[in-house]
Protein backbone atom coordinates (compact mmCIF):
# COMPACT_ATOMS: atom_id res chain seq x y z
CA UNK A 1 0.00 0.00 0.00
CA UNK A 2 2.86 2.59 0.93
CA UNK A 3 4.49 1.96 -2.59
CA UNK A 4 1.18 2.55 -3.84
CA UNK A 5 0.25 5.55 -2.43
CA UNK A 6 3.97 7.15 -3.11
CA UNK A 7 2.66 6.91 -6.67
CA UNK A 8 -0.87 8.81 -6.03
CA UNK A 9 1.04 11.29 -5.21
CA UNK A 10 2.54 12.07 -8.48
CA UNK A 11 -0.91 11.85 -9.85
CA UNK A 12 -3.15 14.86 -8.27
CA UNK A 13 -6.28 13.63 -10.50
CA UNK A 14 -5.61 10.24 -8.91
CA UNK A 15 -5.51 11.03 -5.66
CA UNK A 16 -8.61 13.53 -5.76
CA UNK A 17 -10.67 10.36 -6.89
CA UNK A 18 -9.22 8.09 -4.73
CA UNK A 19 -9.20 10.28 -1.43
CA UNK A 20 -13.10 10.50 -0.70
CA UNK A 21 -13.09 6.26 -1.07
CA UNK A 22 -10.08 5.54 1.60
CA UNK A 23 -10.73 4.63 5.06
CA UNK A 24 -9.39 6.85 7.96
CA UNK A 25 -6.38 4.88 8.33
CA UNK A 26 -5.80 4.64 4.81
CA UNK A 27 -6.15 8.66 4.48
CA UNK A 28 -3.72 9.30 7.59
CA UNK A 29 -1.42 6.91 5.73
CA UNK A 30 -1.40 9.06 2.57
CA UNK A 31 -1.69 12.66 4.51
CA UNK A 32 1.92 11.33 6.52
CA UNK A 33 3.97 10.41 3.04
CA UNK A 34 2.54 14.04 2.12
CA UNK A 35 3.99 15.46 5.06
CA UNK A 36 7.28 13.46 4.40
CA UNK A 37 7.60 14.28 0.82
CA UNK A 38 7.25 18.18 1.93
CA UNK A 39 9.61 17.92 5.19
CA UNK A 40 11.87 16.03 2.61
CA UNK A 41 15.64 17.38 3.00
CA UNK A 42 15.19 17.24 -1.17
CA UNK A 43 13.00 20.88 -1.80
CA UNK A 44 10.00 20.07 -3.97
CA UNK A 45 10.77 20.42 -7.54
CA UNK A 46 9.73 22.46 -9.84
CA UNK A 47 7.87 19.84 -11.49
CA UNK A 48 6.80 19.06 -7.92
CA UNK A 49 5.02 22.29 -7.22
CA UNK A 50 1.71 21.95 -9.83
CA UNK A 51 1.18 18.66 -8.28
CA UNK A 52 1.56 19.48 -4.71
CA UNK A 53 -1.01 22.77 -5.48
CA UNK A 54 -3.47 20.54 -6.47
CA UNK A 55 -2.71 18.66 -3.52
CA UNK A 56 -3.33 22.10 -1.28
CA UNK A 57 -6.79 22.31 -2.68
CA UNK A 58 -8.01 18.66 -1.77
CA UNK A 59 -6.27 19.10 1.65
CA UNK A 60 -7.88 22.77 2.42
CA UNK A 61 -11.18 21.98 0.92
CA UNK A 62 -11.50 18.66 2.71
CA UNK A 63 -10.44 20.10 6.01
CA UNK A 64 -12.93 23.82 5.39
CA UNK A 65 -15.80 20.59 5.18
CA UNK A 66 -14.72 18.08 7.46
CA UNK A 67 -12.72 20.12 10.40
CA UNK A 68 -14.99 20.06 13.34
CA UNK A 69 -15.44 16.39 13.27
CA UNK A 70 -12.66 17.08 15.87
CA UNK A 71 -15.05 18.37 18.46
CA UNK A 72 -16.25 14.85 18.09
CA UNK A 73 -13.17 14.52 21.18
CA UNK A 74 -15.27 16.45 23.52
CA UNK A 75 -18.42 14.87 23.63
CA UNK A 76 -19.37 11.80 26.40
CA UNK A 77 -19.34 8.83 23.94
CA UNK A 78 -16.32 7.75 23.30
CA UNK A 79 -14.69 9.57 20.33
CA UNK A 80 -13.68 7.62 16.57
CA UNK A 81 -10.16 8.05 17.55
CA UNK A 82 -9.45 7.10 13.56
CA UNK A 83 -11.67 9.49 12.24
CA UNK A 84 -10.47 12.24 14.59
CA UNK A 85 -6.63 11.72 13.89
CA UNK A 86 -7.51 11.85 10.16
CA UNK A 87 -8.95 15.89 11.02
CA UNK A 88 -5.72 16.14 12.88
CA UNK A 89 -3.39 15.34 10.14
CA UNK A 90 -5.21 17.28 7.60
CA UNK A 91 -4.54 20.04 9.57
CA UNK A 92 -0.45 18.82 9.96
CA UNK A 93 -0.14 18.78 6.14
CA UNK A 94 -1.70 22.27 5.99
CA UNK A 95 1.03 23.36 8.52
CA UNK A 96 3.50 22.36 6.60
CA UNK A 97 2.52 23.03 3.36
CA UNK A 98 2.12 26.86 4.41
CA UNK A 99 6.07 26.56 4.96
CA UNK A 100 6.72 26.11 1.64
CA UNK A 101 6.88 29.88 0.15
CA UNK A 102 5.19 28.03 -3.26
CA UNK A 103 2.26 26.76 -2.06
CA UNK A 104 1.98 29.06 1.00
CA UNK A 105 0.27 31.92 -1.67
CA UNK A 106 -2.10 29.61 -2.57
CA UNK A 107 -3.50 28.91 0.60
CA UNK A 108 -3.71 32.55 2.23
CA UNK A 109 -6.44 32.81 -0.38
CA UNK A 110 -8.22 29.88 -0.57
CA UNK A 111 -11.68 30.55 0.39
CA UNK A 112 -12.92 30.09 3.54
CA UNK A 113 -9.52 28.33 5.19
CA UNK A 114 -8.41 31.64 7.51
CA UNK A 115 -12.17 31.99 8.87
CA UNK A 116 -12.43 28.30 9.43
CA UNK A 117 -9.17 27.82 11.48
CA UNK A 118 -10.45 30.63 13.66
CA UNK A 119 -13.93 30.03 14.07
CA UNK A 120 -12.78 26.28 15.15
CA UNK A 121 -10.20 27.75 17.16
CA UNK A 122 -13.15 29.49 19.56
CA UNK A 123 -15.15 26.59 19.06
CA UNK A 124 -12.55 24.20 20.94
CA UNK A 125 -12.06 27.32 23.34
CA UNK A 126 -15.67 27.31 24.21
CA UNK A 127 -15.98 23.85 24.59
CA UNK A 128 -13.07 23.42 26.99
CA UNK A 129 -14.14 26.20 29.28
CA UNK A 130 -18.01 25.33 29.07
CA UNK A 131 -17.73 21.44 29.74
CA UNK A 132 -14.93 19.19 30.94
CA UNK A 133 -13.66 17.17 28.44
CA UNK A 134 -10.14 16.66 26.41
CA UNK A 135 -9.84 20.40 25.79
CA UNK A 136 -10.25 21.46 29.17
CA UNK A 137 -7.04 19.27 30.04
CA UNK A 138 -5.10 20.97 27.82
CA UNK A 139 -4.82 24.48 28.78
CA UNK A 140 -2.96 27.10 27.59
CA UNK A 141 -0.17 26.13 24.37
CA UNK A 142 2.88 26.79 26.40
CA UNK A 143 6.54 26.94 24.37
CA UNK A 144 7.18 23.52 25.96
CA UNK A 145 4.10 22.27 25.06
CA UNK A 146 3.64 18.48 24.05
CA UNK A 147 2.55 18.56 20.54
CA UNK A 148 2.33 14.66 21.02
CA UNK A 149 -0.52 15.40 23.33
CA UNK A 150 -4.16 15.75 20.94
CA UNK A 151 -5.98 18.43 22.26
CA UNK A 152 -3.08 20.44 23.21
CA UNK A 153 -1.27 19.72 19.61
CA UNK A 154 -4.49 20.59 17.77
CA UNK A 155 -4.56 23.94 19.44
CA UNK A 156 -0.75 24.72 18.91
CA UNK A 157 -1.02 23.84 14.86
CA UNK A 158 -4.49 25.69 14.67
CA UNK A 159 -2.46 29.01 16.03
CA UNK A 160 0.69 28.16 13.47
CA UNK A 161 -1.69 27.85 10.56
CA UNK A 162 -3.24 30.93 11.36
CA UNK A 163 0.50 32.68 12.07
CA UNK A 164 1.13 31.52 8.42
CA UNK A 165 -1.80 32.58 6.79
CA UNK A 166 -1.11 35.59 7.92
CA UNK A 167 3.09 35.82 7.09
CA UNK A 168 3.18 39.16 4.70
CA UNK A 169 -0.38 39.45 3.90
CA UNK A 170 -1.85 42.31 5.73
CA UNK A 171 -5.35 41.26 4.25
CA UNK A 172 -5.42 38.05 6.25
CA UNK A 173 -3.86 40.37 9.24
CA UNK A 174 -6.64 42.65 8.84
CA UNK A 175 -9.09 39.48 8.46
CA UNK A 176 -7.62 38.17 12.02
CA UNK A 177 -7.99 41.61 13.69
CA UNK A 178 -11.81 41.52 12.79
CA UNK A 179 -12.67 38.08 13.76
CA UNK A 180 -11.34 39.34 17.42
CA UNK A 181 -8.67 36.19 16.90
CA UNK A 182 -5.52 38.06 18.31
CA UNK A 183 -7.50 38.30 21.85
CA UNK A 184 -8.50 34.57 20.98
CA UNK A 185 -4.60 33.50 19.96
CA UNK A 186 -3.61 35.38 23.07
CA UNK A 187 -6.18 33.46 25.56
CA UNK A 188 -4.79 30.47 24.24
CA UNK A 189 -1.26 30.78 24.67
CA UNK A 190 1.25 31.29 27.99
CA UNK A 191 2.52 35.10 27.41
CA UNK A 192 5.96 34.76 27.51
CA UNK A 193 9.04 36.23 25.13
CA UNK A 194 9.98 32.12 25.01
CA UNK A 195 6.61 31.39 23.54
CA UNK A 196 7.34 30.64 19.81
CA UNK A 197 3.60 31.06 19.04
CA UNK A 198 3.54 34.29 20.01
CA UNK A 199 6.80 35.44 19.33
CA UNK A 200 6.52 34.58 15.66
CA UNK A 201 3.22 35.91 14.45
CA UNK A 202 3.48 39.70 14.96
CA UNK A 203 1.56 41.18 12.28
CA UNK A 204 4.71 42.58 10.10
CA UNK A 205 4.39 45.60 7.84
CA UNK A 206 1.29 45.91 9.02
CA UNK A 207 1.29 49.15 10.85
CA UNK A 208 -2.62 49.49 11.75
CA UNK A 209 -2.66 46.44 13.62
CA UNK A 210 1.05 46.04 14.64
CA UNK A 211 0.51 47.52 17.96
CA UNK A 212 -2.03 45.22 19.27
CA UNK A 213 0.18 42.08 20.37
CA UNK A 214 2.43 44.28 22.04
CA UNK A 215 -0.58 46.60 24.01
CA UNK A 216 -2.23 43.12 25.48
CA UNK A 217 0.69 41.43 26.03
CA UNK A 218 2.58 44.69 27.86
CA UNK A 219 5.80 42.62 27.70
CA UNK A 220 9.00 42.99 25.22
CA UNK A 221 9.24 40.11 22.82
CA UNK A 222 11.99 38.96 20.20
CA UNK A 223 9.88 39.05 16.63
CA UNK A 224 10.95 36.58 13.75
CA UNK A 225 8.65 36.80 10.62
CA UNK A 226 9.35 33.30 9.01
CA UNK A 227 6.45 31.05 8.51
CA UNK A 228 6.40 28.86 11.74
CA UNK A 229 8.30 25.60 11.24
Keep these: FLIITDLFLKSPELVQAMFPKLNNQERVTLLDLMIAKITSDEPLTKDDIPVFLRHAELIASTFVD ?17 EALATIRLLDVLCEMTVNTELLGYLQVFPGLLERVIDLLRVIHVAGKETTNIFSNCGCVRAEGD ?3 VAEGFKSHLIRLIGNLCYKNKDNQDKVNELDGIPLILDNCNISDSNPYVCTHHPEGNTE ?3 LPRRLLECPISLTVNPQT
Design 147 to 149: ISN
Design 209 to 211: HAH
Design 66 to 82: QCKTVLKLASEEPPDDE
